[in-house]
């Protein structure tokens, strides 16, 4: 039985290799071919001129600027947070430490698109409910603030990007030696002193890795760029992509993929240079001996004020958006706060959203895609992860490289690059596309946790039950997969409410019958309809939530269940 497992294994990883990389691959070459064609009808004949006419276009210089504004200036805001929650989280006494876990993992569940709409409602400059509420109480002729500019683009990605760069910095923040801020302090250093020439040149590999993540993540946003940016008519790469194929009469696939491939080779430079830098953090180890435990510094004074301001932070990032949408679901148009805006509350547009058809179809669209593509996602990632840490080759090096390789890629040009093939296919316009391109986008959320998982797991449970006489995949699901519940459920709950949300990769897929909530979502912003869209926006939280307390009931069943047997 051995060998047979033996043999078996070379036959798995390279049937792994074959369909990860159909799912990675297959849009970025399908991109670079398009790129090259004259058209969507025209695959095959080769030409430059998408390329001349993309990077001719007068208005593409002003784009990367802005783009490389956006991205920069955003990473700054999460890093600049992230670091300093962070630092109050590890090496402080500041009370009640479980707030840093809320904002690292909360926020997650408020899809990008509501977070953004929620800010529009508040800063819109003609009536945006802070901006309605300073005019009438100060008899303001004009609006003080305006969320329409690139200063709101980076504040909103900033804060949106903040958890990300919070689950790189707690961990290196926390293992640091507490010898060398002793020594430090030894010499006559102050607080601030050690955290300046000590703490932050040793943690300059976190840093670094925070800004660089921020940044691949910021440049694949599109929430942020089109529900603040366009309307200010400050314009990015993926909103640029966005424009050449949503308007005009005759989107231009070719240029778009054009302008797509800087846009993707930016991103993949990034994450050479973050993996770079996580690779070289071994050189910046300070933890070697067995006493370690972190330095607390007493913030005496600072405590409570520090508090309220991580307080603030909470409420901006968690609660603020749910409120903002619900109270405009509520009333007929945007009306500040008071007795007026309580009395004229109603129903009336969860009513419309419930009797719109195309919204009804958007969220069985979304709950479809969310249950069962990250059901098949999490089954792929399985097996992939298990090649990568079981079956040590080249050959499962390689399938680990394809399988991460789609982190790097932004959603709308992988959108570019799947449309060029799935318009060859029976796949355009229906819902199997979509599916498809949500799995090989998010591929790495459930490869991640299922690797962690895998190493946890000792081989000689494996050996013991070959002994036995079990092949492989008996192996995999009586012994293997038991185990690896905890992993199965944190993949699973992260894919499903990635889908339930998607929105960059949906707007240049989604056709009329394969809505989304985003998709819908978006129409309605652009619509103006801000009270349906709180409706949904709503309707859209809850639909990610009741996944993740859904799948995490059936996890805990699960491992009572397998508890119980033992």
């Given at each position: ?28 070459a399908m ?12 695959f095959?004949?080769?030409?430059l ?12 210089l002003?784009?990367?600027?802005n ?5 920069t200036g955003s ?8 670091l300093?929650?962070a630092?109050?989280n590890?090496?402080?006494n ?9 904002i ?9 698109i509501?977070?953004?709409?929620s800010?529009?409602l508040?800063?819109?400059p003609?009536?945006?409910l802070i ?9 303001m ?14 504040l909103?990605?900033g804060l949106?990007?903040?958890?990300i760069?919070?689950?790189?910095l707690a961990?290196?923040m926390?293992?640091?030696?507490v ?5 430090s302090?030894v010499c ?6 050690t ?5 932050l040149?040793?943690l300059?590999?976190?840093i ?7 940044m ?16 200010g ?13 949503a308007t005009?009469f005759?989107?231009?696939?070719g240029?778009?993929a ?17 993996r770079h830098?996580t690779?070289?953090s071994e ?21 409570y ?12 990032l968690?609660?603020l958006?749910?409120i903002?949408?619900?109270?405009t ?10 007795a ?12 419309d ?13 979304s709950?479809f ?12 990632s ?15 090096g390689?399938l680990e490289?394809?399988g991460?390789?789609s982190f ?14 799935f ?5 355009y316009?229906?819902?199997w ?10 591929l790495?959320?459930?490869?991640r946790p ?17 002994v ?5 995949l ?7 997969i038991?185990?690896l519940?905890?992993g199965?459920?944190s993949?699973?709950?992260?894919m ?50 009741s996944?993740v307390m ?14 119980g047997e033992n």
């Open positions: 039985m051995k060998t047979a497992a033996h043999n078996a294994a070379p036959r798995l990883t390279a049937l792994l290799i074959v369909i990860v990389g159909f799912l990675t691959v297959c849009p970025v991109l670079i071919l398009g790129s090259f064609s004259k058209g969507l009808g025209a095959g004949t080769f030409t001129e998408k390329y001349i006419k993309a990077y001719t276009d007068p208005a593409l002003e784009i990367v600027v783009t490389a504004v956006f991205i990473a700054l805001v999460a890093t600049g947070l992230a300093f929650l630092y109050l590890t090496r402080t500041i009370p009640f430490k479980f707030l840093f876990r809320i690292s993992i909360i926020p997650m569940m408020v899809p990008h509501l977070f953004s709409v800010w529009v508040l800063l819109n003609s009536n945006g901006n309605l509420a300073l005019r009438q109480i100060f008899g002729d004009g609006s003080p603030f305006n969320i329409y500019t690139m200063g709101g683009m980076i909103v990605e949106l990007d903040l958890p760069a919070y689950l790189i961990p290196a926390g293992a640091f030696d010898s060398l801020e002793e020594s302090r006559g250093a102050s607080n601030m002193g955290l300046f020439r000590i703490t040149p040793v300059r590999p976190a670094l890795a925070s800004l660089i993540l921020v691949v993540r910021s440049l694949a946003s599109f929430a942020v760029p089109s529900v603040i940016g366009m309307p008519r400050i314009h990015v790469l993926a909103t640029h992509i966005y424009r050449i194929i005009g005759a989107p231009d696939y240029v778009a054009a302008v797509g491939m800087s846009a993707l080779a930016t991103s993949i430079a990034l994450i050479y240079v973050y830098l690779a070289e050189r910046f180890v300070t933890i070697s001996s067995r006493g370690y435990r972190p330095t607390i510094i007493d913030l005496k004074g600072a405590k004020p520090l508090f309220g301001a991580v307080g603030v932070i909470s409420f901006v968690i609660v958006p749910v903002v949408l619900f109270y679901s509520l009333t007929p148009y945007s009306m500040v706060p008071g007026r805006a309580f009395s004229m509350m109603s129903w009336r547009h969860w009513t959203v419930i009797h719109d058809p195309i919204s009804l179809l958007s969220l069985k669209n709950v895609l969310g249950i069962a593509g990250a059901s098949l996602g999490i089954l792929l399985i097996f992939v992860a298990y090649v990568i840490v079981k079956i040590r080759t080249r050959a499962s390689l490289s394809l991460f390789l790097s890629f932004p959603g709308i040009v992988i959108g570019i690059g799947f449309m060029w093939f318009v060859r296919t029976p796949l316009a229906t819902i596309a979509l599916l498809i391109g949500y799995i090989a986008t998010y790495p959320y459930g490869i299922l690797t962690s998982a895998f190493i946890q797991i000792h081989g000689h449970l494996e050996e013991s039950s070959r036995c006489g079990a092949g492989t008996y192996t995999l699901r009586r012994i293997i038991p185990l519940i905890p199965i459920v993949g699973w709950i992260l499903a409410t990635m889908f339930v949300r998607e929105l960059t990769l949906s707007v240049v897929l989604s056709r009329p019958g394969t809505e989304v909530l985003a998709v819908q979502i978006l129409r309605f912003a652009e619509d103006g309809l801000w009270g349906r869209l709180s409706a949904l926006g709503i309707i859209m939280i809850f639909i990610s939530t996944l859904l799948a995490s009931f059936i996890g805990r069943k699960f491992t009572q269940i397998e508890a």
